[in-house]
């Protein structure tokens, strides 16, 4: 499985962008897919993340009511909506596959990684 990561691009506060996700290759039967995000100097941390079926949906509480993760089963495709943006959300953003329907916010669960896709919120 092949994760590409697009959208990413310098934006001022309070703006928004939309992240993509692209899977290809052989995909999972099920899989749920997660985004993180790593500052500079920082580790990488969870931010949302989305089960199979789309019921279940997660958010770091840093992002909660600002980012809204959703996906596209049928084109293999998943999105990160954020909006009111903060210099704080600078980071290089990944999305990450999981086998299994059930999401999870752990980096560890996830099996596969796109290359990330840079984020930049100017104040």
């Known amino acids: 499985v092949q994760l590409q990561a697009s959208g990413g691009g310098l934006v001022q506060a309070g703006g928004s962008l939309r992240l993509s996700c692209a899977a290809s290759?052989?995909?999972?039967?099920?899989?749920?897919v997660g985004w993180f995000r790593q500052a500079p100097g920082k580790e990488r941390v969870f931010v949302a993340a989305?089960?199979?079926?789309?019921?279940?949906?997660g958010y770091a509480d840093s992002v909660k009511g600002r980012f809204t993760i959703s996906g596209d089963n049928a084109k293999n495709v998943w999105y990160l909506e954020m909006r009111r943006l903060k210099p704080e959300d600078t980071a290089v953003y990944y999305c990450?596959?999981?086998?299994?329907?059930?999401?999870?916010?752990?980096?560890?669960?996830?099996?596969?990684w796109g290359q990330g896709t840079l984020v930049t919120v100017s104040s």
């Open positions: 290759g052989r995909t999972f039967s099920r899989y749920a």
């Open positions: 990450a596959a999981k086998s299994g329907p059930t999401r999870s916010d752990q980096a560890g669960s996830y099996d596969y």
């Open positions: 989305i089960s199979w079926s789309g019921d279940s949906t």
